[in-house]
Each structure stands twice: as C-alpha cells, then as structure tokens.
C-alpha cells in the first residue's frame, strides 16, 4: 500500500478521478486556513498509510483555486472532508461531511474506507497480505 495525496486543480481532474478510483477522501481546504495546515501532515500521513490504487485515493482541493468543486459541495468552512464511492458522496459513521480539524472523526472514517478498499482489492487479487 502507499501513497500520496493528490491535489486536484480542476473539476474534469476530480471526475476522472471518481470515475477510475472506488473510493475517495476529499480535503477542501484554503492556503490561508490555519486548522487546514494543522491537519495536512496528519492527512498525508492517512494517505501513506490507506492509498491503494484504483481503490481508495486521498485528494486535496483548494476551494481558492478549484472554486467550482467548492460550491458544488456546499463547502462553507475549511478543511472540509467529504467521502466518495463509486463516483458518489456516501455517509460515513453516519455523516456526509466532516467539517473542521477534527482528527478523530477524520482518522476513524478514513480507516473505514481503508478497510473496505483493502477487502475490495484482496478480493480482486490485487493485493496480498
């Protein structure tokens, strides 16, 4: 496993990647925001940790840059994390949206969609233990 978090810069970007990736962790965030640069090594290191190609991706989305993608998911404060499967947002321990720093909740969803893309990649064969 492995890998990094990928920045988007385009809304065309973030729908290839939903369309080839089968679950999806979006941080929008902002240059500015001070709780964004607090929880960015902690989400780097879910991404190193989690990132199984073609099955779970870890994404990060300025909502300066790609303002478009920031509006059409209702983002209103920073960091915003949203979950994706199969190319639509899911609830994930009953939410649709973290908002805010909140490593805990971050953290415990994350692992969650790891734990799915790892079954769904072992499952494959595309993954050995």
Excluded at 32 to 60: D, Q, R
Aim: glycine letters at 8%.
């Amino acid at each position: 496993m492995g890998g990094a978090v990928k920045h988007i810069n385009s809304p065309g970007e973030f729908t290839s990647l939903l369309d080839s990736t089968q679950y999806v962790v979006a941080d929008f965030y902002a240059d500015w925001c001070g709780p964004c640069k607090a929880i960015a090594p902690k989400y780097e290191e879910l991404a190193e940790k989690l990132s199984i190609p073609n099955y779970i991706s870890f994404v990060k989305i300025n909502v300066d840059k790609v303002q478009a993608l920031a509006r059409d998911h209702g983002i209103a404060a920073m960091p915003s994390f949203i979950f994706f499967k199969d190319g639509k947002r899911v609830k994930v321990n009953g939410t649709l949206k973290i908002e805010g720093a909140d490593w805990i909740r971050l953290k415990e969803a994350s692992e969650k969609m790891g734990r799915l893309a790892e079954e769904k990649a072992e499952a494959a064969g595309e993954l050995k233990k």
